[in-house]
């Protein structure tokens, strides 16, 4: 170890505590001959057997106890679970109740992209190790960041009835509507947020990006009307095109030895990628004007093969989910009841998907017709994207070669933030090993 | 301005992780008309929220620094960092000790900052307070009431 410039033929990188990202994982990585030889993205976030917890419990508790699996994005959690239901009990809601999924929706992702992009992943590329330290130097834009992820929250706040942990949704629709005229301060505080969304797009395009193009399948839920949230059949950019329910047909979750969280494959093709790097490339012509011409303005093309740029997409998104949520509101008609009714009386199941923050976000329940559920099953977009990330690594670290181990293993960081992995809830401590094997 | 802010921090469904927020709701009915009291489960941007415009803040929490359960530590937040060992125990990415540096950062921190670490005896999943925690609750109120008397 006193050798001042040992052979490197084998390199090991350690990352025993990820930091900012939403919870408790590692990283291990063997290099040897310039080859990537180990990849391990290691979730040691303890398993939560939520699926277990819904076996015997009656369907109208699916969306408050799933939403709880989530602290940033309990309200995708309450939409895969509802939709899942009424789709079991066979009913639609009435397009008020829809768009106001659709309002607690953008509240979702403005509040949880704003999160990820300026407070854990913006450090990265201004060489900053955290959040703290670039807003002594950027305290505009940290302060633009906050600001605009409250937009977010108010929406979940004013329609979710709090801020985490929403109780005002139930299968059905909602237990509470709003006036029409309760809107008015959230629409005048949204028409100043796509401001600095619009601001925070052409901020993050500035950035410098690491050069890397991948080959990914991006799978995501694509509507015939509108950028997708809630609704839509699950497509890919390789071909892939089906209803929800064939969901399962498609897609198998693996155990790993090494994490806590199942790695999901599509059958037959092996990694594929969600979230928004997915939506904007399967759905890019339902997004704004603005959102569009800030996409062009950041020089993104229909399909963005950069993960590094994962960061301006979200920006995008954040844009497009404040003009959204304007849309809504102005054309919110209130509805006659906040619910319907939902009965089931026989056996049944139901699939629900729906596109979190992160990605496709897939819930199935068995029920039966006691009203109680039999089986559940819940595949978060992390999990989805755990071996994309891997493969990410494998293809990220061998043009990164040159830099040193500390170089290095930031730039792996960040390739893994580029997903903004939501393992649960997370920490901001960091541990490093690093081991040096002379051949 | 001069307005002075509590905030009582806390899980209410993790055992003595809630001791903030208890003496928090205690404090409420006993605080004078000018003192803010507020909970929060601890999310770091709505803590900066809460104490944005106030002189001074005072934060109540539950710490686990395994120090014995009931010991009650009053810290100064206002010129430096809390100690190491209150970063990174919330369950959310930015806690209290995240939101003060934050907050410093930004120039947005509040004159004086007290933070009041209560040292809870159980965290497990459910609702109930440890006798211990009990205890250092009564002793943060007498100690709050001093602070602002």
Redesign the interface.
Do not use: D
């Given at each position: 170890m006193s050798d001042p410039d040992p052979p490197r033929h084998t390199r090991t990188i350690k990352v025993d505590y990820l930091a900012?990202v939403?919870g408790e994982g590692a990283l291990h990585l063997g290099i040897r001959e310039g080859r990537v030889e180990d990849v391990k993205l290691k979730i040691f976030e303890p398993p939560r057997f939520f699926e277990a917890f819904l076996r015997g419990r009656h369907f109208r508790e699916a969306p408050d106890l799933t939403a709880r699996i989530c602290?940033?994005c309990p309200v995708a959690y309450q939409m895969s679970a509802c939709h899942a239901v009424e789709r079991a009990a066979g009913v639609t809601l009435p397009r008020p109740l829809r768009e106001l999924r659709r309002l607690l929706y953008c509240g979702e992702w403005i509040e949880s992209h704003c999160?990820h992009l300026f407070?854990?992943h913006a450090p990265d590329f201004l060489g900053y190790e955290s959040?703290?330290?670039m807003?002594?130097d950027h305290?505009e834009v940290?302060?633009m960041g906050?600001k605009l992820?409250?937009t977010g929250?108010d929406i979940g706040t004013f329609l979710g009835g709090r801020?985490?942990h929403p109780i005002n949704v139930k299968v059905g629709g909602f237990y509470k509507a709003p006036r029409k005229a309760d809107f008015t301060p959230l629409a005048e505080d949204l028409l100043r947020a796509a401001d600095a969304a619009e601001k925070t797009v052409d901020w993050v395009a500035a950035l410098p990006f690491p050069e890397f193009a991948g080959d990914y399948e991006y799978v995501g839920l694509s509507h015939p009307d509108e950028y997708p949230m809630n609704e839509g059949r699950i497509l890919s950019n390789r071909g892939l095109d089906i209803e929800v329910a064939e969901y399962e047909d498609h897609f198998e979750e693996e155990h790993v030895p090494y994490t806590n969280a199942l790695h999901s494959i599509h059958r037959g093709h092996g990694a594929y990628f969600v979230g928004p790097m997915a939506r904007y490339a399967l759905n890019h012509d339902h997004l704004s004007p603005r959102t569009l011409a800030a996409a062009s303005r950041a020089g993104l093309g229909k399909v963005c093969h950069n993960p590094f740029q994962s960061i301006i997409v979200r920006a995008l998104e954040i844009l497009y989910a404040c003009e959204e949520a304007l849309r809504v509101i102005t054309e919110y008609e209130e509805p006659d009841s906040p619910d319907i009714p939902v009965t089931i009386t026989e056996a049944c199941t139901g699939w629900g998907c729906t596109e979190a923050p992160r990605g496709l976000l897939y819930h199935r329940y068995d029920i039966g017709p006691d009203g109680l559920i039999s089986q559940a099953k819940i595949v978060p977009p992390t999990s989805q994207n755990q071996k994309q990330i891997e493969d990410d690594l494998r293809k990220i670290v061998p043009l990164a070669l040159h830099l040193t181990d500390a170089e290095l293993q930031w730039r792996c960081e960040q390739a893994i933030r580029n997903y903004d992995p939501c393992i649960s809830?997370?920490?901001?401590?960091l541990k490093i090993k690093k081991e040096e094997v002379p051949s | 301005m001069n307005r002075t802010v509590v905030i009582g921090v806390g899980n209410e469904f993790r055992g003595d992780d809630a001791a903030g927020r208890v003496a928090a709701r205690r404090l409420r009915d006993l605080a004078p008309d000018e003192i803010v009291v507020h909970e929060s489960s601890g999310e770091a941007l709505s803590l900066m929220e809460r104490w944005a415009g106030a002189g001074r803040v005072i934060l109540i929490d539950a710490s686990s620094t395994g120090i014995p359960p009931g010991t009650v530590q009053r810290f100064d937040a206002s010129r430096a960092p809390l100690p190491s060992l209150y970063f990174h125990t919330s369950t959310h990415a930015f806690s209290v000790a995240e939101a003060i540096e934050m907050a410093r950062s930004l120039a947005s921190l509040p004159d004086t900052v007290i933070v009041f670490g209560i040292e809870g005896g159980s965290f497990e999943h459910g609702t109930g307070l440890t006798p211990a925690a009990e205890k250092g609750i009564s002793e943060v109120l007498q100690l709050i009431r001093n602070e602002i008397s």
């Open positions: 900012r939403e602290g940033i999160l407070m854990l959040a703290i330290a807003a002594k305290r940290v302060q906050l992820k409250k929250n801020e985490i809830c997370a920490t901001h401590f | -």
